[in-house]
C-alpha cells in the first residue's frame, strides 16, 4: 500500500539512495501496489550512479509490507517496500536486481526484472 511521499528502497543498483512517490496514476486510484508503476523523485544518489540526485523517474514496485492477496487465497508480503527505476520501455535502468520480487512483476509482463532477480517469490 504504498502512497504518495511513501520512501521506497532501491531494489537494483541504478545508484540511489531512496525513492519518494510524487505521482501515482488516476487509473491505479490513491494507493499503489505490487507491479504497479508509479512517478518518484530520487533522493540521496551515488556520485558514480546511473541516477542523479532530485530527479525524476518512474519506478517499478517490486516488494510491499502490507500483504498482497492471490488467486489462490495465499497472502505474501515482504519487510520492506521496495522498487526498481524503469526507462520509458519498462527495461531497469540498473544492471542487478537485489533481494526477492513478487511473482506478479513477471505476471505484469516485465520480465527482464523477473530474470535479473534472484528469486521470484
Known sequence: M????????????CGAKKFRVIGISHKIGKYAT????????????DPNGIVADKEK???????TRKEVRR?????VRFDDNAAVAIDKNGMPRGTRILGPI???????????IASLAREVV
Open 71 to 75: 488467486r489462490d487465497g495465499t497472502y
Open 34 to 45: 505490487v507491479g504497479d508503476v508509479v512517478m518518484a523523485v530520487v533522493e540521496g544518489a
Open 102 to 112: 513478487a511473482r506478479e512483476v513477471k505476471e505484469m509482463g516485465y520480465t527482464k
Open 57 to 63: 523517474l518512474k519506478v517499478l514496485i517490486v516488494r
Open 2 to 13: 504504498i502512497q504518495l511521499g511513501t520512501l521506497l528502497n532501491p531494489a537494483d543498483n
